[in-house]
């Protein structure tokens, strides 16, 4: 397509059962009641022209270029601020206006630098449009006077400037911040010829500010006064294509905005129903990995990991890879194979991954990184609800009145969904977060949570069984509810149980370290104050009872009947662009796509007629037994598409152990990542920009990756995997991931209605879209259960096996930060290191003092495990006793140091605590040391020709 | 006893722990149901049930799983969904 601005109405839609209708230029409209005059004339193809009025943020009323004429009334009132009236009969365009809107934008003009031509936004400027519109031919008043012109501008941020001189103060920017991120970082400072807009700071340097870098203000700004530096490095855009963000599970859309095969920018799309419009730093702005130096672009093979790589053709690769796996499976048989897919490529080239490693291997051992996230996501909510994803879509939430947010720091790990949910607590929801820090969310501007209870790590059922205790002995319970939607057998052993009184918060409090009045208060609003909604994160599910955890969760939404309609249900913020995508599509070692177990033979007898093999009727190995099984020598080589488990699993001696003893090891990535210092293949893979297919988001939410530029290496990562599926002899045609789309809809009865065509005609769809959802079905369990009725789920408390003692008194958990994502293999590949360009030890100033360290000073973190060093950083965000750090840098290497315990069911991995020693240090640890060198060695590549 | 030993009969006890609030045998019985649907053949074979340090539950779910095969459906988690079930194949 070629470039076109995105419809902009003037003032934001407006949703309204009544309409009204009027006349504007002469032609009848019809539109909700509430809307401005602005907007209904847009709705009409009219153009009335504006400065500070933009779709994005509320009417402002204040460049008064928008001024109209009504019948009857008397001025010139401006159309974006006056709503519409039944039989009103309004003029856009009449002498006195054209008289008015000329004097204003002279007025406008005369501070502003005639530079168009020379300008980046030149012919992408609202202002200049609007000079255009109005007609404007000459500007009286000179430049001798006060103005604004030459003051220089604030380039701190990396991804975009501030040209204080382009700036009109119509306030877009700072109502953008407000409104739409809900950071309130941009004010106007000063008055009247002297006011300007500040991000303040002493020195108005946006990258010291509060300034997010979300670019909501960049998207607001009507003129150059804030611009993309891609922009002005690269010129304006030629064409757009609508794609989806590979970053979280928030699953964003965006305009990739190119001149030729030039990324200039990534603009949020209005349309998309997951973002509405917004984005956030590492999605508007972190996609500069994609054409990093550190990319490789051409295969590499290696006889041994103590060699260096060596270039080869993709057929010798290939060949080699493909020769290497047959051989194995002769001498070790099929069940020594297996392979990991990823959560950040796209359903397609799932599915593909796990075709071939049951259909090509002939194993079912194929893993997902939604092992070491949100597997017990999985068990807790088929268990109680029959599903295995997120009940709700995320609009839901502006209909919720109480929000309850347990393990989840959606500020930094999901930050658009955050504004969104920031926007509806500061209409007034109340808002309840259990988490053992202090997280943004529990007071930032205009937000205070009712109730924090800093629960001490690893009590998470506990609390919740308390909170379920008040609920259930203060007779709170929704009965009804319960009695016509849930089993009451169940219901009925469950309320026994957490009856008890040695479930009461009195009883637990010296468990969970929450005072007990105020796990009381938090239960009484949860059940009593409207519409409740809970979300989490790893902070439930990364402990050795993740799956109790998500299934208490259940229960308590059960209990209040919070389940069903808008504003309410179970809420999974999933953590990678596409991790419910891999997971629907059978990344999990016991199922196929659909979430059908492997051992059932008439779900096999489909696949293995549509495929034409054999499938092994057992589970496979879980990515944890496949290197416990790899160091037993029972398992021998594995494909590992875009997951770097060195550097995300836990317990990394482990991981390296059990890599090192596998005979073959094919990692597929963009870079030479952690766990590729241990392959003996490595794969060039491409980026979300490279490629088309799907990915699916945690709201279910299927939406379309569309391919903007060739891919580097030459190939899309399914049509690598074709290559090797067919060396291995397997056959496979595929011409265009919608042909793989078409067997994943012929093959799993969630997908029935899904199709390419229809993905890009609609944009996006839930699943399920079947028969009984034709359109898909964006809130779950309306009517009733998935599973019929609703499971209550007795949750014994089991407190970890990790314990704090003499030797490691602190518990460590563990995170992620805004600007980074994961591992950080594409954002610190980015600017995005500006912001945080290593992992810190958060400890709290008691814990420091007791130590001697003091913020900045280095730092020995030790655990049973292992140990690295990394700086402290003082801070009250985290309890006394409890230490938190993130996982983004190899450097840090944070999993050193974290366990091999797990969820009892799904063998996710207890990252949230890890019982840990901190002690002043001098240089890095042993292991990191061996490792740099490991790291440095491993990465050599001979450019020596191959004998 | 290999590390990997050591690690099975650990996960098998965690397992029977998790169904604490069943009786004895239905605890057991909802053990050897998980690690039916859950566990690879070489981790199943990977453990007698003779262990010493294997609890009476967890046992217990291995003389089931021994001597009586593929045990019914115990946890709403290991039921499976049938093959083309209109409406309710997203389960998982």
Redesign the interface.
Known sequence: MGYAKQPDFGTPEVRSDRTVTLSIDGREVTVPEGTSVMRAAAEIGGDIPKLCATDMVKSFGSCRLCLVEVEGMRGTPASCTTPVTEGMVVKTQTPRLEKLRRGVMELYISDHPLDCLTCSANNDCELQDAAADVGLRDVRYGYDGAHHLGQAPDVSNPYFLFAPDKCIVCSRCVRACDEVQGTLALTVDGRGFASKISAGTTEDDFLSSECVSCGACVQACPTSALMEKSVKEHGKPERSVVTTCAYCGVGCTFRAEMRGEQLVRMVPWKEGKANRGHSCVKGRFAWGYANHKDRITSPMIRDSIDEPWREVSWAEAISYAAGRLKDIRAEHGA?ALGGITSSRCTNEETFLVQKLVRGGFGS??VDTCARVCHSPT??GL???F????GTQDFDSVEHSDVILVIGANPTDAHPVFASRMKRRLRQGAKLIVIDPRRIDLVRSPHIEAAHHLPLQPGTNVAVLTAMAHVIVTEGLVDAKFVQERCEVDAFEDWAR?VSDESHSPERLEPVTRVPAEELRAAARLFATGGNGAIYYGLGVTEH??GS?TVMAIANLAMATGNIGRPGVGVNPLRGQNNVQGA?DMGSF???LS????I??A??R??FEQDWGVTLDA????RIN?ML??A??G?FRAIYIQGEDILQSDPDTKHVAAGLEAMDCVIVHDLFLNETANYAHVFLPGSTFLEKDGTFTNAERRIQPVRRVMDPANGYEDWQVTQLLANAMGLGWDYGHPSEILAEIARL???FAGVTWERLCAVGSLQ??V????PDGAPVMHIDGF??GKG?FV?T?Y?PTDEKTGPRFPLLLTTGRILSHYNVGAQTRRTANTAWHPEDLLEMHPVDAENRGLKDGDWARLASRKGETTLRVKVTERVAPGVVYTTFHHPETQANVVTT?YSD????CPEYKVTAVQVAPSNGPTDWQEDYADLSERSRRISHEPAE | MSNTHARLIYMANQIARNFSALDHEAAAMATADHIQQFWDPRMKAGISGDEPDLSPVAARAFVILRTEGEPPPQTRATVFNPVDEGGRSDAG
């Open positions: 069940r079912n051992n999985g068990y088929k268990t109680t029959g599903t295995s994803a149980f050795s009872q109790s997971c070692p016991h199922e659909g979430y059908r177990h051992s059932d008439e779900t007898a489909l057992e589970p496979g190995l037994n416990d099984a160091c037993d029972t799993t009865p969630t699943w399920p079947n028969e009984a959802n998935v599973r499971h007795v014994e089991v091999d009892w069911a799904t063998n």
